[in-house]
Every structure is written in structure tokens, then in C-alpha cells.
Nanobody
Framework: QVQLVESGGGLVQAGGSLRLSCAAS????????MGWFRQAPGKEREFVAA????????YYADSMKGRFTISRDNAKNTVYLQILNLKPEDTAVYYC????????????????????WGQGTQVTVAS
């Protein structure tokens, strides 16, 4: 069992930066691929980024490349998402997720590829 709690969201001016955190509990945290998704009102949940359990491989949605950076600290059982140059269209609830794999080579890009989800943290970007 893995429990995930996101934090770090809030209201920020366009052009600013945020670093979201996802704290995980569970003795096998380091064995999970971790992903970030976001969901704006009226839209489907959208893949943002993922990091392999080893920490050596990262993946980004094409539209997220450049401004988004995912990282993890297994010693702290925490995964991070740094967002630079925030834009109003980044406004959404951001969710972290943990997946054990075994669901296809691109499982990390799809919500069904993950087994556990946090409650989400709201990011609001004001122009």
C-alpha cells in the first residue's frame, strides 16, 4: 500500500515558479515509477511527467518539455515537480501517482498505468 499527499500548489503570478511535492508513505516507494498528471475543469486528466523507479529516466509530455522538471528523492520518499514560467493555461489540479509497472512499455503516460493517486494540489496562475 502506498499513500500519496501532494503539496506546494497555490496562487502564483504568470511567469513565476512553483515546486510541487508529493510525499509517499510505504516501505516500497523506491520500487515505483512516479508520475504527475494535471486536470483542468472540464478537461480530461493530462499526463505531465514521470520518473522511473531507478531515478535515471524521466519522461515528459511534449507540451510540457522545457518548463517542467520531475525529480525524486527516495531517501525522503518524495517526488517533485518544478514548474517554471507559469502560464495561465497551467491552472489545474495537479496529481501525483505511483505505478508498479507491468502494464506496457508506455504505462507511465496513462492513468491506468498507475496504482495509487494523491488527492491533488491546486495550481492557479494569475495573469
Amino acid at each position: 500500500q502506498v499513500q500519496l499527499v501532494e503539496s506546494g500548489g497555490g496562487l502564483v503570478q504568470a511567469g513565476g515558479s512553483l515546486r510541487l511535492s508529493c510525499a509517499a508513505s510505504g516501505r516500497t516507494f523506491s520500487s515505483y515509477t512516479m508520475g504527475w498528471f494535471r486536470q483542468a475543469p472540464g478537461k480530461e486528466r493530462e499526463f505531465v511527467a514521470a520518473i522511473h523507479w531507478s531515478g535515471g529516466l524521466t519522461y515528459y509530455a511534449d507540451s510540457m518539455k522545457g518548463r517542467f522538471t520531475i525529480s525524486r528523492d527516495n531517501a525522503k520518499n518524495t517526488v517533485y515537480l518544478q514548474i517554471l514560467n507559469l502560464k495561465p493555461e497551467d491552472t489545474a489540479v495537479y496529481y501525483c501517482a505511483a505505478g508498479a509497472g507491468g502494464k506496457g512499455s508506455t504505462y507511465y503516460r496513462r492513468p491506468p498505468g498507475y496504482d495509487y493517486w494523491g488527492q491533488g494540489t491546486q495550481v492557479t496562475v494569475a495573469s
